[in-house]
C-alpha cells in the first residue's frame, strides 16, 4: 500500500463530522466510540469495524507521540470513508518494520496494510494523517 497520493479521492457528497479529543489514555476509547456512533446511519459493507481500528491506532500514534490538539474527523458517502487525524506536531509519522516490535509500533503499519489509501498532510500548527477505505470494494487485502 503507503502512501500514494496521485489516488486521493475525498468524499464529494459527504458531509464532514469532526471531533476534539484529550491527548491522553482515554482518546483512543473516544475515537472509536466517536467513530461507532457516527458510522451506525451509513451502509458500509462490513466496514465499521475496520474504520474503528485504524481510527484507534492513528489516535493511539497522537497519545504516544504527538501533541495536542487532537481532532478526529470522518467523512463517508456512497464510495468512500475518509478519516482524518490531526495533531500538533512537525513530526512526520514512520512506518517501522514489523520484525523490529514489540508490542507497541505497529499502528501505521496496521494502517498501511488495511487502508485503500492513506497519507500525511502538513496544516498550520502540525499535520493530518488519514486513510481512505473503498466502501464497495472486498476487504480481501
Given at each position: 500500500m503507503g502512501v500514494d497520493v496521485?489516488?486521493?479521492?475525498?468524499?464529494?457528497?459527504?458531509?464532514?463530522?469532526?471531533?476534539?479529543?484529550?491527548?491522553?489514555q482515554s482518546a483512543p476509547s473516544a475515537a472509536r466510540r466517536f467513530t461507532h456512533?457516527?458510522?451506525?446511519?451509513?451502509?458500509?459493507?462490513?466496514?465499521?469495524d475496520?474504520?474503528?481500528?485504524?481510527?484507534s491506532e492513528?489516535?493511539?500514534?497522537?497519545?504516544?507521540?504527538?501533541?495536542?490538539?487532537?481532532?478526529?474527523?470522518?467523512a463517508c458517502d456512497h464510495?468512500?470513508?475518509r478519516?482524518?487525524?490531526?495533531?500538533?506536531?512537525a513530526l512526520w509519522p514512520v512506518i517501522?518494520?514489523?520484525?523490529?516490535?514489540?508490542?507497541?509500533?505497529r499502528g501505521l503499519g496496521i494502517v498501511d496494510g488495511v487502508a485503500s489509501r492513506w497519507g500525511v498532510d502538513r496544516r498550520p500548527g502540525?499535520?493530518?494523517v488519514w486513510f481512505e477505505l473503498d466502501v464497495l470494494a472486498p476487504l480481501d487485502r
Amino acid at each position: 500500500m503507503g502512501v500514494d497520493v496521485s489516488t486521493v479521492r475525498h468524499p464529494t457528497t459527504a458531509s464532514w463530522f469532526a471531533r476534539s479529543l484529550p491527548v491522553d489514555q482515554s482518546a483512543p476509547s473516544a475515537a472509536r466510540r466517536f467513530t461507532h456512533e457516527l458510522l451506525q446511519c451509513y451502509e458500509l459493507n462490513g466496514l465499521a469495524d475496520t474504520v474503528q481500528l485504524l481510527v484507534s491506532e492513528l489516535v493511539s500514534n497522537v497519545v504516544r507521540h504527538a501533541e495536542a490538539p487532537l481532532v478526529v474527523r470522518i467523512a463517508c458517502d456512497h464510495d468512500i470513508i475518509r478519516v482524518e487525524v490531526d495533531d500538533g506536531s512537525a513530526l512526520w509519522p514512520v512506518i517501522v518494520p514489523s520484525r523490529s516490535l514489540g508490542e507497541a509500533g505497529r499502528g501505521l503499519g496496521i494502517v498501511d496494510g488495511v487502508a485503500s489509501r492513506w497519507g500525511v498532510d502538513r496544516r498550520p500548527g502540525g499535520k493530518s494523517v488519514w486513510f481512505e477505505l473503498d466502501v464497495l470494494a472486498p476487504l480481501d487485502r
